[in-house]
């Protein structure tokens, strides 16, 4: 096993490299130290500020996503020993989400692709024996890293307006 341990972490490695590179420096700072607290406490903020406002939308469709990269995160700590890789799942949907929210359209757009992609994602830590049994598995955690980065990718370029 610990001979796929290597190619795995590299992958995800060079995946998130290329994800910093498009990122500001101080985006990099924030992201490096995001957690899930911190973005739940971002949503239990954005939907108090909503309800105020009485323009809530409905946040429970980031549940499904919430909880299939809540599983992830555990399962990347099990086969990577390394929890940087997450924090750059978390610091981009607090950013997209506070960014996004002030506008509602926008906001319901990008829960309604979070609640998408949290539909299409298994629950994983029902298949950590699976990924342990059969290392040849382990590169699909590098796919789904692949991809999630590369939707946030998308979207903070659209959000931030410009062609980068």
């Not at 739940?40 to 809530?56: E, G, H, Y």
């Not at 299939?68 to 989400?97: C, T």
């Amino acid at each position: 096993m610990a001979s796929t341990l290597g190619p795995l972490t590299t992958r995800f490695q060079q995946v998130l490299e290329d994800f910093q590179k498009t990122l500001k420096q101080d985006e990099v700072d924030d992201f490096s130290f995001a957690t899930l607290d911190d973005l739940k406490q971002l949503v239990c903020d954005i939907q108090r500020d909503q309800a105020a406002s009485r323009r809530m939308k409905n946040l429970n469709r980031l549940a499904f996503f919430l909880e299939a990269m809540e599983q992830y995160d555990k399962i990347i700590q099990i086969f990577l020993n390394a929890s940087n890789f997450v924090a750059f799942i978390w610091g981009p949907i607090k950013f997209l989400l506070q960014i996004a929210s002030t506008y509602a359209e926008a906001f319901n757009s990008l829960l309604d692709a979070y609640q998408d992609i949290g539909e299409n994602i298994p629950l994983l830590l029902q298949y950590e024996q699976t990924f342990r049994d059969k290392p040849a598995l382990q590169p699909v955690l590098g796919l789904i890293y692949t991809d999630i980065m590369e939707f946030h990718r998308s979207a903070m370029k659209y959000f931030r307006g410009s062609g980068e």
